[in-house]
């Protein structure tokens, strides 16, 4: 697939499908090939759709609260009350009572855990998968280009083993109008690049240079799983629809390697892990913390 596009922070000329692992899930080994050759991989229904869609709903009832959804219109649309700016607004108080909400639902962690997913990441990582604790959920609403992320490196923020994979898990179908992601294939070879002060989207930064104009994007749906290295260069594309986009950021690494203590944190510490878990059962295996042995950085 080609195309002409343009997004909010580069302009784009040329877009190919991601390179497609579902069918490798089973067959580690080329998994991991096409993994290490590209630096980002489509899982498709790395996750039960049934799941994905009942979060979905959750995320949806929240945003309804928050008065982010138009009067009127189906709440399965996510279409966008007019005039409302959505994006990770930590200033605003709506958007945080919005996010701490989220943070408190277990389901919502619990797609980090998709038995597919955590295949598809053992086969990549080529041993035992650690899960972080960090998770994010994104919201961008379609007046919002100025939370469009920039293109940037996972990296930079994540610390800890390069060797960390960020699944990006749309929480709806993502066609075209909505945007999602888009991602430069073998930029991981680059190693670190420089970074400097970006003019908006979340994290505040983004490459410093030149980059190529040929990347890869598709549109995706509930149950689908765009993995990537922590190396490599990614950037959101401006959600041009009138419906809210939501999404998560969900990462993973090899057991034995090192991570850095935020990893272990509920995201932009909006709460602490009691606050979050206070009515998941006595039992639940994700109140786990992290094991003992693990090798934490500050």
């Given at each position: 697939?080609?195309?002409?596009?343009?997004?909010?922070?580069?302009?784009?000329?040329?877009?190919?499908?991601?390179?497609?692992?579902?069918?490798?899930?089973?067959?580690?080994?080329?998994?991991?090939?096409?993994?290490?050759?590209?630096?980002?991989?489509?899982?498709?229904?790395a996750i039960d759709r049934g799941a994905v869609e009942a979060v979905r709903w959750m995320l949806l009832e929240r945003c309804r609260t928050a008065g982010w959804l138009k009067e009127?219109?189906?709440?399965?649309?996510?279409?966008?009350?007019?005039?409302?700016?959505?994006?990770?607004?930590?200033?605003?108080?709506?958007?945080?009572?919005?996010?701490?909400?989220?943070?408190?639902?277990?389901?919502f962690h619990a797609l980090s855990e998709a038995p597919v997913l955590q295949a598809a990441l053992a086969g990549i990582l080529g041993g035992p998968v650690y899960t972080h604790l960090?998770?994010?959920?994104?919201?961008?609403?379609?007046?919002?280009?100025?939370?469009?992320?920039?293109?940037?490196?996972?990296?930079?923020?994540?610390?800890?083993?390069?060797?960390?994979?960020?699944?990006?898990?749309?929480?709806?179908?993502?066609?075209?109008?909505?945007?999602?992601?888009?991602?430069?294939?073998?930029?991981?070879?680059?190693?670190?690049?420089?970074?400097?002060?970006?003019?908006?989207?979340?994290?505040?930064?983004?490459?410093d240079g030149e980059l190529p104009t040929s990347w890869t994007w598709e549109p995706l749906r509930s149950g689908d799983a765009l993995l990537f290295h922590s190396y490599t260069v990614?950037?959101?594309?401006?959600?041009?629809?009138?419906?809210?986009?939501?999404?998560?950021?969900?990462?993973?690494?090899?057991?034995?390697?090192?991570?850095?203590?935020?990893?272990?944190?509920?995201?932009?510490?909006?709460?602490?892990?009691?606050?979050?878990?206070?009515?998941?059962?006595?039992?639940?295996?994700?109140?786990?913390?992290?094991?003992?042995?693990?090798?934490?950085?500050?």
């Amino acid at each position: 697939m080609a195309m002409i596009a343009s997004m909010a922070q580069t302009v784009i000329d040329r877009i190919l499908p991601h390179p497609d692992g579902t069918a490798l899930v089973g067959q580690p080994e080329r998994l991991r090939q096409l993994a290490d050759e590209h630096g980002v991989v489509l899982i498709r229904n790395a996750i039960d759709r049934g799941a994905v869609e009942a979060v979905r709903w959750m995320l949806l009832e929240r945003c309804r609260t928050a008065g982010w959804l138009k009067e009127g219109q189906p709440m399965a649309d996510a279409r966008a009350a007019p005039g409302i700016e959505i994006g990770e607004d930590v200033a605003n108080p709506v958007w945080k009572a919005w996010y701490q909400s989220v943070q408190r639902l277990r389901p919502f962690h619990a797609l980090s855990e998709a038995p597919v997913l955590q295949a598809a990441l053992a086969g990549i990582l080529g041993g035992p998968v650690y899960t972080h604790l960090r998770h994010i959920a994104r919201s961008i609403g379609p007046t919002s280009a100025a939370w469009t992320t920039p293109p940037h490196q996972d990296y930079w923020y994540i610390g800890g083993t390069p060797d960390t994979w960020t699944a990006w898990i749309p929480i709806g179908d993502c066609p075209e109008t909505l945007g999602g992601l888009a991602v430069l294939p073998g930029s991981h070879k680059r190693g670190v690049l420089p970074k400097r002060r970006a003019t908006g989207g979340a994290g505040g930064l983004e490459v410093d240079g030149e980059l190529p104009t040929s990347w890869t994007w598709e549109p995706l749906r509930s149950g689908d799983a765009l993995l990537f290295h922590s190396y490599t260069v990614h950037q959101g594309r401006d959600n041009r629809s009138q419906s809210i986009r939501l999404s998560a950021d969900m990462r993973f690494q090899r057991r034995s390697d090192p991570i850095r203590r935020g990893s272990l944190e509920v995201h932009l510490r909006c709460l602490t892990w009691p606050d979050v878990m206070v009515d998941w059962a006595s039992g639940d295996p994700l109140r786990a913390g992290p094991p003992a042995d693990l090798r934490i950085e500050d």
